[in-house]
C-alpha cells in the first residue's frame, strides 16, 4: 500500500468487532500502509473529523491482545444512515475531502446491514467520480442476520455467552421447589431473526436438559398455545424455562411487548409504561396459573460478555478484518469480505469477498425448516450450524481479579 | 468418625454452595465416615426421607472438580424454618427419628442465616434430649450479611460477576452516542444489605471510570436528589450508569418498586404489574428527562455464574465445608464454621467455629462508614475489603464450548 487506511465501526456493539479492528490494523501495517486512521463513532464522526491515529492507541503486541479482548466499539459507532447521492451530494463531497486530505486508499467500515448500505453509496459515489479509494465492508453484528455471509463475527461470541447462560439459570432455578412450580421466561436479543434466541439450544447436553421451549421471531406467537404448553409442562416437571425472541409477534404483527402497553400502563407522571416481552408474559402466566415466575433479560450483556467470548468468532472477526484491507489493497471496491463455511466436521471456514449490493439491507432470517413444526424449539440443523462457532476460548487478562481492556487516555 | 454424616443445602443458591459440599464430603471421608448422606431439598426433603448417598455422586475425583464448578445447589434447597422445639416437638421427633436410622454422627447444614436457625434448634433439641448427633452449619449466601463471619462463601463469585458484567455494561454504553444522551441502571440483588451492590465497584480501574452512582439499601434513596444528580451528570457525559439494589427504599420505608405498583399497573387479566427497581427508575427518568434508557437485572445470573467463579471464594467455600467436619468431629455443636481474615495484603483468612446462637437471624449491613456522605458511592475502605475476595480464577472445565456441569441421573 502507498497511502493511508482508514477504519470505522458501525451499529450495535459485539464482543468482537474490536478484533476486526485489531486484524485491519495488523494487515494495513503488514501491507505498508503509513498511516491506520480510526473513525470516531462511524462515519457521522468522520463527517465532524473526528478520527485518531490508530498507531498510538496499538503501540504494542500487548494493545492489540487486549484490543481483542476489549467489548464494545472501541472507536466508537453510530447508526447514521447515508442520504441518496442524488438526495444530498454535499455529504459526500465533505466525506472525499476528508479522505483526500488524509491521503486515504482503503476505507474500511465494520458493521451490518446499515453500514453495508455505506459501503455501497460510497463506493458508488467514488466510481461516479473515478475516485480511487476503495471502499470495503467488514461483517459484523450479534444478530447473524447479513446475507452471503455463513454467519457473522459477534454471533458466536453472543451465542456462546446465550448457552452458558441460560445452563446456569436452568440450573439454578430446579434448586428451590415452589408450590405450584416456577416459570422462566429468558428474553434474548433479535427484532426480525432468531439466531441469537436460537443459541439457547447450546445449554442442553448431557449434564442439562435445556430450555423447555425456544421461540423464535420468524414465525408468529400464539399467547394461548404458549399458555397451553406451560401449563402441560408444569403438570410434568416443578421447573419450566422458556427462551423467547424480544421480537415476536401474534399472528396480527403486534409485538407481544406491545400488547402489555395496549393494556394502558401509565405511571404516576402519565407516561406509558414499557415491559419487556418475558415480564409481560410472566404476568400473564402469574395472573393464569398462580405459580412463581422470573422474567430474565439477557439485555446488553449477551453482546458484551467478552468474558466469554468464543476462540473461533474472536479469530474470524480478527481475520475478517485483515481479508477487508487485502481485498481493499488488491483493488477491490464495493465488496463485503464474507466467511464461506467449507465443512462442518471437521469445522473449516474461509474468506471471499462479495458484491456489497447483494448484501445491503437484506436480512437473513432462520430457514422454516430450522424450526420444528409447532414453531416450540430449533431442529439439529441449527445446532450443527451454530456448534463450530462457539467452540475454544479466549483467555481475558485478568488484572486485579476483572478482565482488562484496552484504555488509552487520547480515545 | 465412626458413624455417618449427613449434609444439606438450604437457601438461595450461589456458584460456590457446590464447592463446600465437595469439602464436606472429602473431610467426611478422609476422616472415616462410612456413609455420606445427602439431603434432597434440605431439611423439608429429610422430612419426607429424601437422601441421596454421595458416593454415587462424587465418585470420582473428577466428579469433585466438576461438582465445584457446578452452580445452584446440587442436592437441592429449601426456604424451610423449622417451627420451635415447644411449638411443634413431632417434627424434631420425626428428624432425630432418620437421623437415627441413618446412624448419623455429624449432620452439616449449608446455608444463610434461616439455615443457622435450623442449626440452633436442633442442636438445642439434641442437647435437651442427650442425643450425641453433632449439629454444625456451613456459610453460605450471595448477599454475604450473615453475622461474625468476615464475609461469606459465594459472596466473591458473585461480586466477581458483577464488577465484570458493569465493566461490560459501561464499555457498551459509551459506544453510541444519543441526543439527550443515554442512563443504564443496573439492578443487583439484596434486599437490605448492599454488599453484592457495592461490588459494582470493582468495575472502576485504569481503563473504566467504574458507574456513576452507587446505592444500597442501608440508606433511604430520594427519587428527586437521584434525579437531580442523574441530570448533573447527564449534563456533562453521553452515558450515566447507575448501579443500584433491589431493596432500596424512600424514606417512608416504601421499596422503590413498589412506587410503580403503587400507581395502578393493572393488566387485561387485572393483574397488578410488578415492575423492577431499575425499571421504574427508568420510566421516571425518560419521561423527565427525555433521554434513552436501559434498566438492566442481573438477576439470578449474578448467583450461578459459575464460569466466572473467584477462586479464593471456591477455596474458601471447600475449607468451610471441610472445618464443619472436623469441628463435628472434634466435638462442637450449634456452631457455625466462619471466615477469619487475618490480613488484608497479603489476604490471609482462616476458619474458625462461633456458637450459632450469636448468628441466627442477624443480618449484617454494609458499615455506615464504608457508604460516601452523600449515599451516593461506596468507600475505599469498601473496595480494600471486598478487592481480595475476588482474586484468582477457577478454569471451567469445557464440552464442546460450553462449561459442564456435575450431572447424575440419580440426583
Given at each position: 500500500m502507498k497511502g493511508n487506511v482508514i477504519v470505522g465501526q458501525s451499529g450495535g456493539p459485539t464482543a468482537a468487532i474490536n478484533s476486526s479492528l485489531a486484524g485491519v490494523y495488523r494487515t494495513a501495517k503488514d501491507r505498508g500502509a503509513k498511516k491506520v486512521y480510526g473513525m470516531r463513532f462511524g462515519i457521522q464522526g468522520l463527517l465532524e473529523e473526528k478520527y485518531v491515529d490508530l498507531s498510538e492507541h496499538i503501540a504494542t503486541e500487548l494493545d492489540a491482545e487486549l484490543l481483542k479482548r476489549t467489548p464494545a466499539a472501541y472507536l466508537g459507532s453510530c447508526r447514521y444512515k447515508l442520504p441518496g447521492i442524488h438526495e444530498d451530494v454535499t455529504v459526500y463531497e465533505r466525506i472525499f475531502e476528508i479522505l483526500e486530505k488524509l491521503d486515504i486508499e482503503a476505507f474500511i467500515y465494520i458493521g451490518g446491514n446499515d453500514s453495508m448500505d455505506t459501503i455501497k453509496k460510497l463506493s458508488d459515489y467514488a466510481i461516479i467520480k473515478g475516485h480511487s479509494c476503495k471502499f470495503v465492508g467488514c461483517p459484523k453484528t450479534v444478530?447473524?442476520?447479513?446475507?452471503?455471509?455463513?454467519h457473522t463475527p459477534g454471533y458466536g461470541s453472543a451465542a456462546k455467552y446465550i448457552g452458558t447462560s441460560l445452563k446456569e439459570i436452568i440450573r439454578d432455578s430446579f434448586c428451590l421447589e415452589y408450590d405450584k412450580g416456577l416459570v422462566t421466561v429468558v428474553e434474548i436479543m433479535g427484532r426480525n431473526a432468531g439466531w441469537l434466541t436460537g443459541a439457547a439450544v447450546l445449554s442442553k447436553g448431557e449434564d442439562c436438559t435445556g430450555p423447555d421451549l425456544i421461540y423464535l421471531p420468524e414465525l408468529p406467537f400464539d399467547v394461548d398455545k404458549f399458555m397451553d404448553k406451560v401449563r402441560e409442562l408444569l403438570s410434568k416437571k416443578p421447573s419450566v424455562v422458556v427462551a423467547l425472541s424480544e421480537g415476536i409477534r401474534d399472528a396480527s404483527g403486534t409485538y407481544v411487548c406491545e400488547l402489555g402497553t395496549a393494556a394502558d400502563y401509565v405511571d404516576a407522571f402519565g407516561h406509558k409504561q414499557l415491559t419487556g416481552t418475558a415480564a409481560y408474559l410472566c404476568n400473564v402466566i402469574a395472573g393464569e396459573l398462580g405459580c412463581k415466575t422470573r422474567a430474565i433479560e439477557l439485555s446488553t450483556l449477551q453482546r458484551a460478555a467478552s468474558h466469554l467470548a468464543s476462540r473461533v468468532d474472536i479469530l474470524e472477526a480478527y481475520q475478517v478484518g485483515g481479508a477487508a484491507v487485502k481485498a481493499a489493497d488488491e483493488g477491490d471496491t464495493g465488496k463485503m469480505v464474507v466467511l464461506e463455511r467449507?465443512?462442518?466436521?471437521p469445522y473449516q471456514c474461509g474468506t471471499e469477498v462479495k458484491d456489497v449490493h447483494k448484501i445491503a439491507n437484506d436480512e437473513k432470517l432462520v430457514p422454516?425448516?430450522?424450526?420444528n413444526e409447532e414453531g416450540t424449539y430449533v431442529t439439529e440443523d441449527f445446532l450443527t450450524y451454530v456448534k463450530?462457532?462457539?467452540?475454544g476460548d479466549v483467555s481475558p487478562i485478568m488484572v486485579d481479579g476483572i478482565p482488562r481492556h484496552l484504555f488509552k487516555h487520547s480515545i
Open positions: 444478530d447473524n442476520d447479513l446475507a452471503l455471509t455463513d467449507l465443512s462442518d466436521d422454516r425448516e430450522w424450526i463450530p462457532l462457539i467452540q
